[in-house]
């Protein structure tokens, strides 16, 4: 049992160019989520998802694609990478729709737009 | 619109009780009360979670007055190791969508 799985750990883009950050949990879990963390700063929500098919915006999806076409995987997609973009990704997973579930984060995708 | 109110930062010493207040007025019927702990250049991780009155467990206490607006995350002890930052997390308001966002958190610092 992995739990959440995040790749790559690290990535440095230039800008312009586009990538896909990968999530996959094997908990069976329909509830996911992608998070950012500017240095020093909290987790902003980016998209997330109640399940597959199902995807919705959180605080700050400009910039950002999501896709859910499975349970299991949840990958984010950057499309126009800008140096606003460099900050550290957290995919995470729940099994329910209430926060009597909690969630499970993966270990983060650490991202440079340069 | 804020869910959460954390204090930013908090000091305390080896072998004492921290307690962190987090304020949510907002806070939904259905809605628990989960803390997130996060150490650097990690994702956070659960500690515990409760719907009213106290909840224990091995690393914490949680306690949540009747009219559920406000919660304590009590630390009994805390060494060096507890120096991290610290979330809590209630549901989307007003209702239950699965849209969960942090607040700022509490950067804990444990001193020797």
């Known amino acids: 049992n992995a739990g959440v799985t995040q790749t790559p750990k690290f990535r440095i883009l230039k800008i312009g160019q586009s990538m896909t950050l990968q999530c996959t949990q094997d908990m069976n879990h329909n509830y996911m989520y992608w998070y950012r963390q500017d240095p020093g700063m909290g987790l902003k929500l980016i998209y997330y998802s109640v399940g597959a098919g199902i995807t919705d915006k959180g605080e700050v999806p400009n910039g950002y694609n999501v896709s859910r076409s499975t349970t299991e995987d949840f990958p984010l997609r950057l499309e126009l990478a800008a140096p606003s973009q460099t900050s550290v990704y957290f995919c995470?997973?729940?099994?329910?729709?209430?926060?009597?579930?909690?969630?499970?984060f993966g270990n983060g995708t650490r991202l440079t737009v340069t | 619109l804020a869910k959460t109110t954390q204090p930013i930062s908090m000091d305390s010493y080896e072998g004492q009780e921290v307690n962190i207040t987090c304020s949510h007025n907002?806070?939904?019927?259905?809605?628990?009360i989960t803390w997130y702990q996060q150490f650097p250049s990690q994702g956070p991780r659960f500690i515990i979670q409760g719907y009213k009155t106290k909840v224990t467990n091995e690393v914490a206490s949680l306690f949540i007055p009747a009219d559920r607006k406000s919660s304590t995350l009590s630390l009994p002890r805390v060494s060096l190791s507890d120096t991290a930052v610290y979330y809590c997390l209630v549901g989307d308001v007003p209702s239950n969508t699965g849209k969960l966002i942090f607040g700022q958190g509490t950067t804990l610092q444990v001193k020797p």
């Open positions: 907002n806070i939904a019927t259905n809605d628990y």
């Open positions: 995470a997973s729940s099994f329910q729709t209430k926060t009597d579930s909690p969630l499970h």
